[in-house]
């Protein structure tokens, strides 16, 4: 990462006043309340208006409001956050809205490092990745005429797994394709899902010790989707299938899970593997990162996707997880990511964990 552009960006700072900022949406609940218990300032940049339901959370809501119309304006206001000394905190749902292509230009110290956004927005560089890394991933088919086995569509940008669909056949394939958007067909896995929630410090050797820094893992979940997550209560897929009701992928909320213990170190050997990978191709990715896989009856992880920032299967462990409480009771991503700013701003290292 660019120390100089980051000590610019900081220049002005008062470093002993740091507001942690983010956008009021996804995980931002706990990323105020997470920094709030290392003793942060927050700011919620609202999106239209301010969001009434914070009222309720008075440990989620942050100290101030930043109303902005529209998420492209965050761009344009940037001295005025400057001088309210925020490090911002990217989510899902900020990135995504704002577009990568904009985040990467936002001109605000931002936590982690953005260049992991040029792997990871871009499907074939995010296959490189992490099959570079001895990840397996699940197949994927080119031609749509070889599909001899389930499938899934995946649309690019399709917002939550919006319009994903399973086919099981190419004559399934061609009645259900929407032609004129872009996809990519993969092999679908069967097994369970289970979303690794880690965090990587650059800059602490106290946790799973890699090349560099420490690998920590805090929590995993499961999303709830609708309709594929419930379906079965009105027949079974293929029953509703025939009768034109197919089920979809649309997130709706997280469920906490754990897994047995004999395979947490493929996780963590995973979990290292693609940090080791990230240090080689762009001076890796820091804090904390999701893998999203299935496990499969042969116990074998197959990884579908990486999310390089706290992802919302984070939310359910607010107070803790069964493996954040064995780091420090109560843990959660948004106060492990506090944390880190603290750590390092006491050791004069921000530029080692921001971009
Ligand atoms: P994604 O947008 O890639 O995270 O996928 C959305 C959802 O589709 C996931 O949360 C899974 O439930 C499902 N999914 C994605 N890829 C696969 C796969 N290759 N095999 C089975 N299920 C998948």
């Known amino acids: 990462m660019d120390d100089a552009k980051i000590d610019g960006m900081l220049a002005s700072y008062d470093k002993n006043n740091l507001t942690v900022c983010t956008v009021c949406s996804h995980s931002s609940l706990q990323i105020f309340d ?27 809501k942050p100290d101030e409001f930043f109303i902005v119309d529209d998420y492209k304006d965050i761009l344009k206001q940037t001295d005025e956050l400057k001088e309210k000394n925020v490090i911002v905190i990217p989510h899902g749902s900020f990135v995504e809205y704002l577009g990568a292509k904009n985040f990467l230009k936002l001109d605000l110290p931002t936590f982690g490092n953005r260049d992991v956004l040029l792997w990871e927005s871009d499907r074939n560089k995010e296959r ?23 499938v899934i569509v995946k649309y690019h940008g399709a917002k939550g797994g919006k319009g994903f669909f399973v086919a099981k056949t190419y004559d399934e394939f061609v009645r259900r394709v929407k032609k004129n958007k872009s996809f990519i067909i993969q092999e679908f896995v069967m097994g369970t899902r289970y979303y690794l929630h880690y965090f990587y410090s650059p800059i602490q050797d106290n946790a799973y010790k890699l090349s560099k820094g420490s690998l920590q893992l805090l929590s995993m979940d499961r999303r709830d989707e609708t309709t594929i997550d419930e379906v079965q209560r009105l027949g079974s897929i293929a029953e509703l299938e025939e009768l034109g009701i197919h089920p979809t992928f649309v997130v709706t909320g ?13 996780v963590f050997k995973m979990g290292e593997a693609v940090v080791e990978k990230s240090l080689d191709m762009f001076d890796g990715m820091v804090g904390s990162f999701c893998l999203e896989t299935v496990v499969t009856e042969d116990l074998e992880f197959k990884v579908f996707e990486i999310s390089a920032r706290i992802v919302a299967g984070t939310n359910p462990y607010i107070s803790g997880s069964p493996y954040s409480d064995l780091i420090e009771p109560g843990l959660s991503t948004g106060q492990r990511i506090a944390q880190e700013i603290k750590f390092a701003n006491k050791k004069n290292l921000l530029s080692k964990i921001l971009s």
């Open 34 to 60: 997470g920094a709030r218990k290392e003793g942060f300032k927050t700011l919620g940049i609202s999106i239209g208006e301010k969001k009434k339901f914070y009222d309720a959370f008075p440990h989620g």
């Open 128 to 150: 490189k990745w992490l099959e570079g890394a001895g990840l397996v991933m699940p197949k994927e088919i080119k031609d749509p005429k070889k599909i001899d086995k389930p």
């Open 254 to 266: 997280n469920i906490p899970i754990v897994m047995r213990e004999s395979l947490l170190p493929k």
